[in-house]
């Protein structure tokens, strides 16, 4: 029957079965966002893809008010026949379903989501609906998103520097560097060497005053920053950025990091270096460790580094003993100390003054300085006019190159470190008696140039004097460092000569004598007689002594005089030279050598081991054989000279190897040498020294005529004196003196001696 317009056709039965059927076996699938098709703006349906619209409950199969509505036909025809293929039965695994779509990925959907307000914030430009110059200017969302994204930008790439900079490993060598300072016995200030004027000082040793004083100057917020000033910072970028200029905006923190991490060189590059840097030492180091480094390394003028060399070289004092009113002009110089330093010109005296009068008043201001305590400080604290930094080409420098030498070696301090400084060596030279040699060798001196100028030119005085404990006491090394760079007290150049005589005796009275072979030693003592005449023969237990020539060796006194037999300790008070070749032949010459260097001389000195071996053809330096006579006067036991007797660095202990005491010859030995020395200045020198002085020595000259000494003790200190002649420019071969050490070849060499050992007694 043909359905008529606005007529509802009801379905054929067979349909109808077959959609309740499937009705029966499959429940509508729930909507999900992603299958909805807007098109028009309402919903669509998950199954058919038409319009929304409610189920006539007689009709099943049909939709009431969809865009189907009134047009006559099922809702199964009317929607499947429209999407989806004739061929799907109700038999196929297919039936009556479709593939669902996939959702998007997460990132996607992100993206879908801020995608509209991205296109809001993308700039147009020409800008729509604007005219003029406003065409071209981003819109407040645009520009706030720029100000946004380039801040997180910009905050990424600062944790990211932060986290890459790592705070270097080793500190600037020149930083780090000093000077080592050396000290007198008494602990006084004597002398100053190095590249650099430095001398790191642990920060309680430096007063709380000084370091507010620094601290008011540079960084009053340095306990409370986190290491940079990012104003300072930005007006120092803008500086070296716009005017080339990378001076101020540096907190402590940074001013240290560039001191002893960076180079000094100006670029944006080393200023954020330093301030990476800076922040992470700030969040690993303590703020007085970093204080602590700042004002060890920081240049003060004059030629000095850190606060202690400062306050020296300006008021010649330590540190600790700085007052706050001192502390403030030390502080000013920070700024710059060729703008500052009074001793420059008038320009930097008004600066100064000006600086410091503020830094005081800063003081006041951070509660670091009351105002009655700063009305205290009106006059200007005027330092010191500039002097030369070190006592370069003095006596001094003589000295502090024996000391350097043994410090290393005692210390076991590699050239390397100790050019790096930072030692205090404190030597055993004894400031009086060091002034009372330098002043008789120059007394003489000038005298030989007065009477003698042709021959004193080149005349040479080396002098030493040693504690019987083996301590280094003075020394003499020559007119000058700068004209004369060798040390005569420690030069061995010429031969010892007769004052090698106690060395014999005291060898012949600690090992005996035998004069046939094979036979048993015997013992000598000082009245032990010897042939004592001018030219007697030399023998051995086989017969004479034959020289390399075929000739017979005979021994020779001064002066040629014979003085027939004579007991040992004549023999040696009057200086004959024959009964001690003998005895050196009797004693064995490797026994007198073996003797020799166990009193103090060294085995590369010895002479050849011939009978001129007892008349002294060794050469030993001044020093030597002043430890020598030394060890007679203490007993018979040996030290070792040694010229330091405590180092530290930057107040720290280090470890020095002290010189042990050793037996050299028995005590009874020792004493019978210093009784036979004993007369033989008295002999002399009758009354030189009161009866109950202490003193003992002898002349010692050589049979060429080539050196004058001087070798004696007085208490417990020993004193060696030569004198000798020497043109450095041709050759250093000994000339002979010719009268240039006195009359009695020893006249200059006692006076000496004498003046050095004053008063004997």
């Known amino acids: 029957m043909p359905c008529t317009p606005g007529t509802v056709r009801a379905p054929e039965p067979a349909v109808a079965s077959r959609q309740s059927g499937r009705s029966g076996r499959r429940r509508a699938a729930p909507t999900r966002w992603w299958q909805r098709r807007t098109p028009t703006g309402t919903a669509a349906d998950s199954t058919t893809g038409k319009g929304t619209g409610s189920v006539d409950p007689e009709h099943p199969g049909i939709r009431t008010g969809d865009s189907h509505r009134g047009n006559g036909l099922p809702e199964t025809q009317t929607g499947r026949t429209a999407r989806q293929p004739a061929t799907q039965g109700t038999g196929s695994s297919h039936r009556g379903t479709r593939r669902r779509p996939a959702p998007p990925p997460a990132p996607l959907r992100l993206v879908q989501r801020w995608a509209p307000a991205a296109r809001r914030l993308r700039p147009r430009y020409p800008r729509p609906g604007r005219t003029g110059w406003r065409r071209w200017v981003p819109s407040w969302r645009q520009s706030l998103g720029t100000a946004l994204v380039s801040a997180g930008l910009g905050g990424a790439l600062l944790t990211a520097a932060y986290a890459a900079t790592d705070i270097p490993a080793d500190l600037n060598t020149f930083a780090t560097q000093q000077d080592n300072v050396y000290f007198w016995s008494d602990g006084t200030p004597m002398a100053r060497t190095g590249w650099v004027r430095r001398q790191a000082m642990p920060l309680k040793d430096i007063p709380e005053d000084v370091r ?319 042939d004592g005449d001018d030219g007697t023969l030399v023998t051995t237990p086989e017969g004479y002594y034959w020289d390399r020539s075929g000739n017979r060796v005979a021994a020779r006194n001064d002066g040629g005089k014979s003085w027939g037999n004579i ?16 005895l050196g032949m009797d004693t064995g010459l490797d026994r007198v050598r073996e003797t020799a260097e166990a009193i103090g001389l060294l085995p590369a000195s010895m002479g050849p081991q011939v009978p001129a071996l007892s008349l002294g053809n060794s050469t030993p330096s001044a020093i030597r054989m002043a430890g020598s006579y030394a060890t007679f006067a203490a007993g018979g036991t040996h030290t070792e000279p040694y010229s330091v007797r405590r180092i530290t660095r930057n107040g720290s202990r280090v470890a020095l190897d002290t010189p042990e005491r050793r037996r050299a010859v028995r005590p009874e030995v020792a004493r019978q040498v210093t009784e036979a020395l004993t007369d033989s200045f008295r002999g002399a020198h009758p009354t030189a020294a009161p009866a109950s002085a202490q003193v003992a020595g002898k002349a010692g000259t050589t049979e060429d005529d080539t050196a004058a000494w001087y070798v004696g003790t007085n208490r417990s200190v020993s004193t060696a004196v030569v004198v000798y002649r020497m043109d450095l420019t041709k050759s250093l071969e000994p000339l002979p003196l010719k009268g240039i050490a006195g009359a009695s070849a020893a006249d200059v060499s006692y006076g000496i001696w004498s003046s050095a050992m004053s008063p004997l007694g």
């Open 212 to 530: 507010w004083a620094v601290l008011a100057a540079e960084n009053a917020s340095f306990y409370s920053d986190p290491g940079i000033s990012f104003g300072g910072l930005t007006r120092a970028l803008w500086r070296t950025v716009g005017e080339g200029d990378t001076q101020g905006g540096s907190t402590i923190t940074q001013q240290y990091v560039k001191n002893v991490y960076l180079s000094q060189d100006r670029s944006v590059g080393r200023k954020f270096t330093e301030a990476m840097i800076a922040l992470k030492l700030d969040s690993r180091t303590s703020k007085d460790n970093i204080l602590e480094g700042y004002l060890n390394t920081s240049w003060f003028g004059r030629g000095t580094y850190g606060i202690q060399r400062a306050a020296q070289a300006y008021y010649g004092k330590d540190v600790g003993e700085l007052d706050v009113s001192e502390a403030a002009f030390l502080a000013s110089l920070l700024k710059g100390a060729a703008l500052y330093d009074p001793g420059l010109g008038e320009a930097n005296q008004a600066r100064a003054e000006e600086r410091w009068s503020w830094i005081l008043d800063r003081m006041v201001g951070l509660g670091r300085l009351t105002k009655a305590e700063r009305a205290k400080y009106t006059k200007f604290p005027q330092p010191l006019d500039q002097s030369q930094a070190f006592d370069t080409g003095r006596q001094s420098d003589y000295l502090v190159e024996l000391a350097a030498q043994y410090a290393k070696k005692a210390a076991r301090i590699s050239e390397k470190d100790f050019d790096r400084g930072g030692y205090q060596i404190y030597t055993t030279f004894d400031r009086k008696r060091e002034t009372a040699l330098t002043q008789a060798v120059t007394k003489a001196r000038k005298k030989a140039l007065k009477d003698s100028p042709d021959k004193a030119n080149a005349a040479h005085y080396g002098g030493a004097s040693v504690a019987a404990d083996g301590r280094i006491l003075a020394v003499h090394g020559g007119p000058d460092h700068r004209e004369q760079g060798f040390n005569e007290s420690n030069a061995t150049t010429v031969p010892a000569g007769s004052a090698f005589l106690p060395l014999v005796y005291a060898a012949g009275l600690e090992h005996g004598v035998s004069k046939e072979r094979g036979t048993p030693r015997t013992r000598v003592t000082p009245e032990s007689v010897y």
């Open 567 to 582: 007991s040992l300790r004549a023999a040696l008070a009057q200086s004959v030279n024959a009964p001690f070749m003998q």
